[in-house]
């Protein structure tokens, strides 16, 4: 998917749809100047094998999307502030559930092929 696929109403329903389904509060991360940590991802820097797995690790970091031969890496933060239900106190702990728990979904709804931490 492109960057410009990835606009203000497609960012706000992907972050809705997680946030309902992990029942917590999801949001595309923003840097210090408010933009959307949203950024064009170079597939060749993927291993081959990865390509179109699930994973969960410290290096990758963010969710990435895939659509023909464009690729985005989109940063999400969560926000524990209202959660009553699956509080996650660690990043690295929702990653690896949203890997396990709705890998199939991401991939076939979304394009998502990664799932990592930072």
Not at 4 to 18: P, S, T
Not at 49 to 73: D, K, L, Q
Request: proline fraction near 1%; hydrophobic fraction near 35%.
């Amino acid at each position: 998917m492109s960057i410009e696929k990835f606009h203000d109403q497609f960012r706000k329903l992907f972050e809705r749809y997680l946030s309902l389904k992990l029942q917590t509060n999801l949001k595309v991360k923003h840097d210090e100047n408010g933009h959307a940590m949203v950024y064009p991802f170079d597939q060749s820097e993927m291993v081959e094998e990865e390509a179109f797995s699930f994973y969960t690790g410290g290096s990758g970091g963010g969710t990435f999307y895939t659509e023909g031969n464009f690729a985005i890496i989109v940063y999400m933060e969560v926000d524990n502030s209202q959660c009553v239900v699956n509080c996650y106190q660690k990043s690295g702990d929702l990653a690896n559930y949203m890997a396990a728990a709705l890998s199939t979904e991401l991939r076939d709804d979304w394009s998502v092929v990664q799932i990592g931490e930072t």
